[in-house]
């Protein structure tokens, strides 16, 4: 990757592009209401028929597992657009479906609403790239890495561990410690997101069987966190991707010219 060496198109050659975006910044508590529903009954009921499953036939299970973790990703979008203010116009209705869907997606709301901020404020800045991004170096930085490094570097990003490994870590494991926070807020948000998941794992042990619940979840987790981090990476990673330096970075830029548009069908 080079930084400012591909001409593009200015993200402000059509000076009135925040006049165009403006009318769909208004959320519609009935179109929120019903994806909250079309997300999570479905979702649930993909669970409950996955448990059923488990005496017919495991290859059923995990063939449900599959509309599942799209499921799971859809609700992760919710909790994404809550931890953006943008889902409810109420704050504190985007905060309560934004935490309980945390604890359906393993992740604590207010730690990852923080961190998520500083990727939008330092996206495609080369010289911020400490937060909620996936780590890419320079073709200059990689060239002056030592030999270790260089060969992290490329273990890191090969698909067969980001998309797997990586994607089953960051959201199954690291996100249970708080290591680097230091807001009170942000330590809270992932202590009462991993103890809402011990009353679900304790609930669910006394009920159908720890075991049984592992079997319907895990596969349904490390499918749901694999399509998301594909899908992150595909949104930020790509030719022509924006990078600059601080002193020439630029907010509006970063943000169009530093996401792809993946179109994905309407389900």
Not at 233 to 251: I, N, S
Request: proline share 4%.
């Amino acid at each position: 990757m080079t930084a400012a060496s591909r001409p593009r198109r200015s993200a402000n050659s059509g000076s009135n592009w925040r006049q165009i975006v403006a009318q769909y910044q208004n959320p519609d508590v009935r179109h929120s209401v019903g994806q909250i529903l079309t997300s999570l009954v479905p979702y649930f009921a993909l669970l409950v028929l996955m448990y059923f499953s488990l005496s017919v036939s495991y290859w059923l299970t995990l063939l449900l597992a599959i509309p599942a973790a799209g499921f799971m990703m859809r609700i992760f979008i919710i909790f994404h657009d809550c931890g953006h203010g943008s889902f409810f116009k109420n704050r504190k209705a985007n905060d309560i479906v934004g935490a309980i869907t945390g604890v359906i997606t393993f992740t604590p709301y207010y730690r990852w609403r923080h961190a998520h901020a500083i990727h939008h404020a330092t996206a495609g800045d080369l010289d911020r790239r400490e937060a909620g991004d996936i780590w890419t170096m320079t073709v200059n930085e990689y060239q002056n890495a030592s030999p270790g490094k260089r060969l992290g570097y490329r273990i890191y990003r090969n698909p067969l561990v980001i998309f797997t490994f990586g994607a089953w870590l960051s959201f199954i494991v690291f996100q249970r410690f708080p290591v680097s926070e230091r807001s009170r807020r942000q330590v809270m948000s992932i202590l009462w997101t991993d103890l809402a998941l011990l009353v679900v794992f304790v609930l669910a042990a006394v009920t159908i069987g720890l075991g049984n619940f592992l079997l319907v979840l895990v596969p349904v987790m490390m499918l749901g966190t694999s399509l998301g981090v594909w899908l992150f990476y595909v949104q930020h990673q790509f030719e022509g991707v924006y990078w600059e330096h601080h002193q020439d970075w630029d907010y509006s830029k970063a943000a169009l010219e530093g996401s792809s548009f993946y179109k994905l069908p309407r389900v």
